[in-house]
């Protein structure tokens, strides 16, 4: 099991840090890829770790790492090589440039070439239509591609070098883009892009220029206002619309005798009076805030974790679940182990059935189960079955 250096913890005590003291459980994504850049991947130890510093339990950490494509559950290779086959980019040749790049690396979706150093998967989107067909290596961009640049891209990577994408910063390894997502600078010496954005995305501005198109009353001299500004303008608006409101009417109830009397004094319960809580509920229990006025999170913690600072509902009776003993950590692991036995990764990434065998055969099955009665068998009735 991987032991996480101490820098990889004080790092993770830095994320933490920046969220709210009640709501630590947000700095659950940028951990993942804290670990994700220590071993190329989200291993069982990675989410062990998370669910450590956090107080969650590794169910709760790994339903998260296996929802987002970006943490990866086995190893990977350094770069990672990601062609975008959607619509778009597939009419424009994706698919082509895809199949290339399997044939000449001998991988296929979400595999890894023997020496450890490329990745190769295929995107659903990579939103980047305009630039069609693309692909990203480390989610950098490379625009336009053809399966001939696509091979001349991964060949300079297996060799060594580093080529230039047509946007954003110069490559860097899978580990150091964790390390930037997880919320940390790049440190390498002329690591920032000094590129500008591609022609496609300033069509829009080009047209707008060309045809003077602007915002009603934009004047683009307008001189940008510090936060400070900013936040003392804000005030002083603010200030002005609590100055503009009309005072409140104090609201008037009749009496027992009939007469006018101001809500909220002393009066006859039920003339215009709060009642008290004891006698509108006959409970002495103080009040309790609305469980809606929690967040989720919060409420589910004390729920399965009460402690004596923790709200209960004023209901004789009640009882509030905790959890059961934890299981040994053998039998958890055993249970890992049969559970990631039972559900090997799809090989393509395709959907099941969709060969034209799995096809027939579910159509032949389903033939079967309606008494040999195809598509057109209707019943006695006339009704189709």
């Given at each position: 099991?991987?032991?996480?250096?101490?820098?990889?913890?004080?790092?993770?005590?830095?994320?933490?840090?920046?969220?709210?003291?009640?709501?630590?459980?947000?700095?659950?994504?940028?951990?993942?890829?804290?670990?994700?850049?220590?071993?190329?991947?989200?291993?069982?130890?990675?989410?062990?770790?998370?669910?450590?510093?956090?107080?969650?339990?590794?169910?709760?950490?790994?339903?998260?790492?296996?929802?987002?494509?970006?943490?990866?559950?086995?190893?990977?290779?350094?770069?990672?090589?990601?062609?975008?086959?959607?619509?778009?980019?597939?009419?424009?040749?994706?698919?082509?440039?895809?199949?290339?790049?399997?044939?000449?690396?001998?991988?296929?979706?979400?595999?890894?070439?023997?020496?450890?150093?490329?990745?190769?998967?295929?995107?659903?989107?990579?939103?980047?239509c305009d630039y069609g067909p693309v692909m990203t290596v480390n989610y950098d961009f490379f625009d336009g591609v053809d399966p001939q640049t696509a091979v001349g891209v991964v060949d300079e990577l297996r060799a060594g070098g580093r080529p230039m994408p047509t946007r954003g910063a110069r490559l860097c390894t899978l580990k150091e883009m964790a390390v930037?997502?997880?919320?940390?600078?790049?440190?390498?010496?002329?690591?920032?892009?000094?590129?500008?954005?591609?022609?496609?995305?300033?069509?829009?501005?080009?047209?707008?220029?060309?045809?003077?198109?602007?915002?009603?009353?934009?004047?683009?001299?307008?001189?940008?206002?510090?936060?400070?500004?900013?936040?003392?303008?804000?005030?002083?608006?603010?200030?002005?619309?609590?100055?503009?409101?009309?005072?409140?009417?104090?609201?008037?109830?009749?009496?027992?005798?009939?007469?006018?009397?101001?809500?909220?004094?002393?009066?006859?319960?039920?003339?215009?009076?709060?009642?008290?809580?004891?006698?509108?509920?006959?409970?002495?229990?103080?009040?309790?805030?609305?469980?809606?006025?929690?967040?989720?999170?919060?409420?589910?913690?004390?729920?399965?974790?009460?402690?004596a600072s923790t709200a209960v509902a004023d209901a004789p009776g009640t009882k509030v679940p905790v959890d059961t003993t934890a299981p040994a950590a053998r039998d958890a692991r055993e249970a890992e182990a049969a559970g990631t036995a039972a559900n090997p990764p799809a090989g393509d990434g395709k959907p099941a059935g969709d060969e034209a065998g799995a096809?027939?055969?579910?159509?032949?099955?389903?033939?079967?189960?309606?008494?040999?009665?195809?598509?057109?068998?209707?019943?006695?009735?006339?009704?189709?079955?």
């Amino acid at each position: 099991m991987t032991v996480f250096t101490e820098e990889t913890r004080e790092r993770a005590r830095e994320i933490i840090a920046r969220y709210p003291a009640d709501r630590s459980r947000s700095a659950l994504l940028p951990l993942l890829h804290l670990v994700q850049a220590e071993e190329g991947y989200v291993s069982p130890a990675g989410v062990e770790f998370c669910a450590e510093v956090l107080g969650l339990n590794k169910a709760q950490v790994g339903a998260v790492a296996t929802f987002y494509t970006m943490y990866k559950r086995k190893p990977t290779g350094d770069w990672l090589v990601s062609v975008c086959t959607n619509t778009m980019c597939n009419v424009l040749g994706g698919q082509q440039v895809y199949d290339t790049l399997a044939e000449h690396l001998g991988v296929g979706h979400d595999e890894t070439t023997a020496d450890g150093s490329i990745t190769l998967e295929h995107a659903e989107c990579l939103a980047a239509c305009d630039y069609g067909p693309v692909m990203t290596v480390n989610y950098d961009f490379f625009d336009g591609v053809d399966p001939q640049t696509a091979v001349g891209v991964v060949d300079e990577l297996r060799a060594g070098g580093r080529p230039m994408p047509t946007r954003g910063a110069r490559l860097c390894t899978l580990k150091e883009m964790a390390v930037q997502l997880a919320g940390f600078a790049d440190e390498r010496e002329g690591a920032v892009a000094d590129g500008g954005p591609g022609e496609p995305t300033l069509r829009g501005l080009r047209l707008a220029q060309q045809h003077g198109i602007s915002v009603p009353g934009f004047d683009p001299k307008t001189p940008i206002r510090s936060k400070a500004e900013a936040d003392k303008a804000a005030a002083e608006a603010k200030a002005r619309a609590e100055a503009a409101k009309p005072a409140p009417a104090a609201a008037v109830a009749k009496g027992g005798d009939g007469a006018a009397t101001p809500t909220g004094t002393p009066g006859n319960a039920g003339a215009g009076e709060p009642a008290a809580p004891e006698r509108a509920t006959g409970s002495t229990t103080r009040d309790v805030k609305a469980p809606d006025d929690k967040s989720p999170e919060i409420r589910a913690a004390e729920t399965r974790q009460p402690d004596a600072s923790t709200a209960v509902a004023d209901a004789p009776g009640t009882k509030v679940p905790v959890d059961t003993t934890a299981p040994a950590a053998r039998d958890a692991r055993e249970a890992e182990a049969a559970g990631t036995a039972a559900n090997p990764p799809a090989g393509d990434g395709k959907p099941a059935g969709d060969e034209a065998g799995a096809q027939e055969r579910n159509l032949n099955e389903a033939s079967a189960d309606t008494g040999g009665a195809g598509p057109a068998g209707a019943s006695g009735t006339g009704v189709q079955k």
